[in-house]
């Protein structure tokens, strides 16, 4: 990082209370030293953006944060609320509402949507009821008995973020959900994540679009060989050339 960057990253947290809270955590793939001692907050409700370049770590914070088996939490705390996320195992974070979109989707083959969706809610805590989903995303409701596999990558990634609504969230966690989608379908998915948003439900965002990510975001952190390079506001970002130059690459 340069003196630059350095000098222009916030002290303290962003005003107002955090819900939640990184401290430098740290995670492992086997050998490999991935995740370096993140530290960030992030307020209820709020939508942050976690931007950096290929490789610089963003996928394996959010399965860190989601306590997936790999890359394991070796250091550091994650709250979530007064819950202690650090000491949970993945079925525990998920039960207290933490819920990972990956960037593949998961979308189980030879289920239609409908079935898809019924499957997650058979996990306690059970969220919302389909009708409510396919009233988020219409599309899902026209092709509720449609084999889930065979609708486009934009409609499955609407199965994939309904299908994490399926479970009582708190923390929606979004790993490239713009990946390959046209800008009509990235449109829709925005338009569902402010009412995500609206309900009080936060949510991470990682995206390689970081302009798309910015437009929704009312925060950004920024990544660099797996620690925080930055923390700002998504205006910040997008106001500084140097920034996006170094890192975004926009
Ligand atoms: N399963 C894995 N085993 C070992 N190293 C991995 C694995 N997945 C990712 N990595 C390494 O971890 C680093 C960060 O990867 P990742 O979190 O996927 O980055 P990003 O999502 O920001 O592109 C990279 O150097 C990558 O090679
Ligand atoms: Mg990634």
Redesign the pocket.
Known sequence: MSAVMEAERPAAAPAGEAFVRLKDVESY??E?Y?VQGVTFDVKEGEIVALL??????????LKTIARAH??HLTAGEIWLGDQAVHKMRDWQAARAGIQLVPEDRRIIGGLTVEENLILAQTAEPVGWPVDRIYQLFPRLGERRRQEATTMSGGEQQMLAVGRALARDIKLLLLDEPYEGLAPTIVEEIEKAMFEIKGLGITTII?EQNAVAALRIADSAVI?DM?SVAYRGTAKEVLDNEELRNEYLAI
């Open positions: 793939y086997g490999s991935i950096g370049r290929n490789g610089a770590g963003k996928t394996s914070t790999e890359p990682v990544l797996g």
